[in-house]
């Protein structure tokens, strides 16, 4: 389990750093990786200093992703299957989450 990100914001030319308690959980087994993140998570990426997203359709909900060699496998929104879900922020807040652990 992950615990704690690091952000960096730059305010009046000095920086400071934030951390956030993160629950995000990752598999990797293979070629496959499966990732499952909290409400917390989701809500917390939504509405980040510096880098928000403010119409956020993932903030306050639990995903979990599939992959399969980089490809989209499965995908569910509050424990549903959804394929009805905002591409962009999808990839955005799987990225940037990811990209720390993987």
């Known amino acids: 389990m992950l615990r704690g990100i690091f952000y960096s914001v730059r305010k009046n030319e000095k920086i400071f750093a934030f951390i956030r308690e993160m629950e995000m959980k990752?598999?990797?087994?293979?070629?496959?990786?499966?990732?499952?993140?909290?409400?917390n998570?989701?809500?917390?990426?939504?509405?980040?200093i510096g880098a928000s997203w403010p119409c956020s359709t993932l903030s306050n909900r639990q995903v979990f992703a599939e992959f399969d060699g980089g490809d989209l496998i499965d995908i569910a929104i509050d424990g549903k299957s959804d394929d009805n879900v905002d591409a962009c922020e999808f990839n955005a807040i799987i990225t940037d989450l990811t990209e720390i652990v993987l």
């Open 26 to 39: 990752t598999q990797v087994n293979g070629l496959t990786t499966k990732i499952w993140l909290s409400a």
């Open 41 to 48: 998570d989701t809500y917390n990426w939504a509405h980040k």
